[in-house]
């Protein structure tokens, strides 16, 4: 089962779009009104009870697999048990199905005040424990698992970035971070080899306490947004990149704390270092060399130059 939850402003546009949609269907609510008008007056009336919130509008959509078998009333069941681990049971809200896609599911609407006091259902951590209900819910009702979305290696480009692709008709940021990432992944044992990896291919890494970002072409992410191996813990615990404090904090610092592009490395890496950016950034006219064929040479020299330090 798949949620997704959008927080907003006016009952009115959300419930326009749900009540009108083809084929719509409310198939419960605690509230008195049926039809459209009469529940966005009732909504409007809770909203006077706590002026000082804006988005006062909780919207979540569940859906299931296409091979799942559901009625109007076992739909009614999750929905109640979502709103009540979410904590809307002392809130309005109204349940709607819909069949436009090829996955059968609901949308709910709620106040995020509560009917009793007019205090504010919290938000802190909502999405995380939309996740964790789901799977709870998913094993109450014996449906198909679906993956949480922290749990995906990779994370799927944002509207925005598929819209943009889809004009240039290049791969967006992210996808050039994917194979870069992985290649220094598979090619480092510590933390420190990693980042050092990912800045030979032109790649700027910033590390502040447990935290890990990345910046390609001037457009940074997290390691957290391009999915769970890519942040600081993940790499640990997905990717077997080793972290040892006392052993890599001070390397790591002078790795992060050196500017990228016109920038110094350690010496016995910058002249590869200067080629492979040189390379990714006119790949399109060159001899097209690949960031990971780059990457592979670069790893070759730094390890001859190693091994030179150590034969001295």
């Not at 069949?99 to 802190?124: E, L, N, P």
């Not at 510590?190 to 291919?201: K, L, R």
């Not at 052993?247 to 920038?263: C, F, H, K, N, T």
Request: charged share 25%.
């Amino acid at each position: 089962m798949i949620g997704k939850q959008f927080k907003c402003a006016s009952f009115r546009k959300v419930l326009n779009y749900l009540h009108n949609k083809p084929g719509a269907r409310r198939i419960g609510t605690n509230m008195g009104s049926v039809t459209l008008d009469g529940l966005v007056k009732e909504f409007h009336e809770s909203r006077k009870l706590n002026l000082g919130l804006k988005r006062s509008v909780y919207h979540v959509s569940l859906s299931v697999i296409p091979i799942e078998a559901m009625d109007d009333d076992r739909w009614m069941d999750i929905a109640e048990d979502y709103l009540q681990g979410m904590g809307f049971g002392d809130s309005q809200y109204v349940v709607y199905r819909h069949h436009d896609t090829a996955h059968d599911h609901i949308h709910m609407v709620a106040s995020r005040i509560r009917i009793g006091d007019g205090s504010i259902v919290s938000d802190s951590w909502d999405y995380r424990r939309s996740e964790v209900l789901i799977r709870q819910l998913e094993q109450a009702y014996d449906l198909q698992s679906t993956e949480p979305s922290w749990d995906k290696p990779n994370r799927a480009p944002t509207p925005g970035e598929f819209s943009q692709q889809k004009r240039s008709g290049q791969p967006n940021i992210r996808q050039k971070l994917y194979p870069i990432l992985n290649w220094a992944t598979a090619h480092s044992d510590t933390m420190p080899d990693y980042i050092q990896q990912v800045q030979s291919a032109g790649v700027e890494v910033r590390v502040s306490g447990q935290g890990i970002s990345y910046a390609l072409e001037g457009v940074a992410f997290s390691g957290s947004k391009l999915g769970r191996d890519y942040s600081f813990v993940g790499l640990q615990k997905y990717r077997g990149v080793s972290y040892i404090p006392n052993r890599d904090d001070e390397a790591i610092a002078q790795l992060v704390g050196i500017e990228q592009g016109a920038s110094q490395m350690a010496a016995f890496e910058v002249e590869a270092n200067e080629k492979a950016i040189a390379q990714l950034d006119s790949f399109d006219s060159q001899e097209h060399t690949t960031p990971i064929v780059q990457l592979d040479r670069n790893c070759q020299l730094q390890n001859r130059a190693k091994q030179v330090q150590l034969e001295l």
